[in-house]
């Protein structure tokens, strides 16, 4: 049976004999007697495995080593230790053996050489906790939408569009490098044309909103920028979800709606993870999470936000200017100001994408980022331009080809309506979920510059 069926029962199986599959996490031996910290990495608890010398192969048990799969059975009994049950073994098998030299023993290790052990990391305390909240965390996402409606969307992950202004793009070509002279002509390329991986599914989760209403996306994107930050990865997973008949107040309602939906499963699904991170982690975690549920989320134009910025005593290191973007420290300070989360909305057109609606002001369009305590920017969005002369306008004041962008454009035109989206880093979500503050740490196999190991 699993830890998983025993723990969320512990009355049901007292005083009844089970058998279960697992790897040793420690092991103390004594004399006459040993205790086996057993788990099965269904739950974040262990279980206590005790026996004696009235096992027929106690000799050998002794010998066991941390990291090896065993088969126990014996009877689950009240604990005499910190946990409610423990079990008294009657029959210990070995069923895959491990050396001494297993690189996860029982002591502290530090992220860094973990990532180093990625392939084995998944057996510690930590990361046991931070991707099982990855897996709860994706399952609250897709029930999220699928109980409202939306269409699941697989987006392309080769594209030969740029999603302008998303990001540096990795090249895909069946070209040997050893062949490029010069000038490519990627007519003779596999696709016939330069093709890249996406750096977004928005463009083409469009084409899907403006035929069933509710579309999202979840899947890997992909990055080139040259970039060892902890919060940037070449390769992440991302939450798109495209909305036709819904403007930028629209948009911010569901961004809210979902993000304290997912936030309150998490609570509600993984509280021992919770709890392994408050204490170990992040203290005021839960806490912090809690709060984001209960909150009231502020709604503020760009412009006023750096009102506040320019008036506040502090003596900035990157000073806020009208018409520009704003520093991790702004947004710090916004969400402290406003003592929770904050949709900053209406933004400079010039440092914002050529999609995004154009507002009446003719300087400003209809896009949004939402702030969050702790974690900073968590979420953007836009309204997107509907209007199919304003959106040419402004792909040619960008000097943007409008070449092979006919089908995006031509949704303005054939049946075109207002619609909205956005978008959420999954891995950022992870981070904030988790406390673990650096993005290697809550993605399986990290690919980063100079790293692509595995």
């Known amino acids: 049976m699993d830890l998983r069926n025993l723990f969320k029962d512990t009355k049901k199986y007292l005083d009844t004999e089970v058998t279960i599959c697992g790897w040793i996490r420690n092991h103390r031996d004594q004399k006459t007697f040993g205790f086996i910290d057993f788990s099965d990495g269904t739950v974040q608890d262990h279980l206590q495995v005790v026996y004696d010398e009235n096992l027929s192969n106690f000799k050998d048990v002794q010998k066991l080593l941390v990291g090896c799969a065993i088969s126990v059975t014996g009877k689950i009994i009240p604990s005499k230790g910190n946990q409610e049950i423990e079990m008294q073994a009657s029959k210990i098998e070995l069923l895959g053996d491990c050396p001494e030299d297993y690189p996860i023993q029982p002591k502290k290790h530090t992220r860094e050489f973990l990532r180093e052990q990625a392939y084995l990391r998944p057996r510690t305390n930590l990361f046991q ?83 069933y209403k509710k579309t999202y996306t979840f899947g890997p994107t992909f990055r080139a920028e040259n970039s060892n930050t902890k919060t940037h990865a070449s390769e992440f997973w991302m939450i798109e979800p495209e909305i036709a008949f819904c403007d930028l107040e629209g948009d911010m309602d569901i961004m809210e709606d979902m993000l304290k939906y997912i936030v309150k499963y998490v609570l509600d699904n993984a509280p021992k993870e919770i709890e392994f991170f408050d204490k170990f982690v992040e203290n005021g975690l839960k806490d912090r999470l809690t709060k984001l549920i209960n909150s009231k989320f502020t709604r503020i134009d760009h412009k006023d936000v750096i009102t506040i910025l320019k008036e506040a005593k502090v003596d900035w290191e990157f000073p806020p200017e009208y018409g520009e973007d704003i520093a991790k420290e702004h947004e710090k300070y916004i969400t402290e100001y406003f003592n929770g989360p904050v949709f900053i909305k209406n933004w400079p057109k010039d440092i914002k994408a050529f999609y995004m609606k154009l507002n009446p002001d003719n300087e400003t369009v209809a896009a949004v980022d939402l702030e969050v305590p702790g974690a900073g920017e968590l979420i953007g969005g836009s309204q997107r331009e509907e209007n199919y002369d304003k959106l040419i306008k402004r792909m040619q004041e960008l000097h943007m080809e409008t070449e092979g962008m006919e089908w995006y454009l031509n949704l303005r035109k054939f049946g075109g309506c207002v619609h909205s989206g956005f978008g959420m880093g999954f891995e950022r979500l992870l981070i904030y979920l988790t406390g673990v503050d650096n993005i290697r740490d809550v993605i399986p196999y990290p690919r980063t510059p100079k790293s692509c190991d595995y």
Do not use: W
Not at 168 to 179: A, G, N, S
């Open 129 to 211: 906790a931070v991707f099982r909240v990855r897996s709860i965390a994706a399952f609250a996402i897709h029930k999220y939408f699928q109980e409202r409606g939306y269409v699941y969307f697989h987006a392309p992950l080769i594209t030969s569009s740029d999603c302008e202004g998303a990001g540096e793009m990795f090249q895909v070509t069946t070209i040997p490098l050893d062949k490029i002279k010069g000038e490519v002509d990627y007519s003779k390329d596999f696709f016939g044309k330069m093709a890249n991986l996406t750096v977004s599914g928005q463009l083409e989760a469009e084409t899907f909103a403006l035929a």
